[in-house]
C-alpha cells in the first residue's frame, strides 16, 4: 500500500507561484507513474500533469502547458507540481495519484489508471 499526502496549497494571486508537494509512505514510488489532477466546484476531476517513472517522459494538460511542471525527488518519495503564472481558472482542489508499473516510460493520463489516490490540497488563485 502506498499512502499519498499532498501539502503546499494556498491563496495566491493571479501570476504568481506555488509549489505542491505529494510525499508518498509506505513503499518507495521509483518504479511508480505519478500524476497530478485537479478538480473545481461542480466540476469533473481532470488531468494535470504526468510523469514517468525513468526520468524522461513527462505529459501536461493543455491549459497548463508552459506553466507548470512535475519534478521528482526519488531521495524523498516526494513529486511536486510546480505551478507558475497562475489564473483564477486553475482554482481547484488538487491531488496527486500514484501507480506501480513495469514500464518505465509510461505517463498516464486518465483517473482510472491509477491506484493511489492523496486527499487533495485547495489551491485558490485570486484575480
Known amino acids: 500500500q502506498v499512502q499519498l499526502v499532498e501539502s503546499g496549497g494556498g491563496l495566491v494571486q493571479a501570476g504568481g507561484s506555488l509549489r505542491l508537494s505529494c510525499a508518498a509512505s509506505?513503499?518507495?514510488?521509483?518504479?511508480?507513474?505519478m500524476g497530478w489532477f485537479r478538480q473545481a466546484p461542480g466540476k469533473e476531476r481532470e488531468f494535470v500533469a504526468a510523469?514517468?517513472?525513468?526520468?524522461?517522459?513527462?505529459y501536461y494538460a493543455e491549459s497548463v502547458k508552459g506553466r507548470f511542471t512535475i519534478p521528482r525527488d526519488n531521495a524523498k518519495n516526494t513529486v511536486y507540481l510546480q505551478m507558475n503564472s497562475l489564473k483564477p481558472e486553475d482554482t481547484a482542489v488538487y491531488y496527486c495519484?500514484?501507480?506501480?508499473?513495469?514500464?518505465?516510460?509510461?505517463?498516464?493520463?486518465?483517473?482510472?489508471?491509477?491506484?493511489?489516490w492523496g486527499q487533495g490540497t485547495q489551491v485558490t488563485v485570486s484575480s
Open positions: 495519484a500514484a501507480r506501480s508499473t513495469f514500464k518505465a516510460r509510461v505517463v498516464m493520463t486518465t483517473t482510472r489508471m491509477y491506484d493511489y
Open positions: 510523469d514517468s517513472w525513468s526520468g524522461g517522459t513527462t
Open positions: 509506505g513503499r518507495t514510488v521509483s518504479t511508480y507513474a
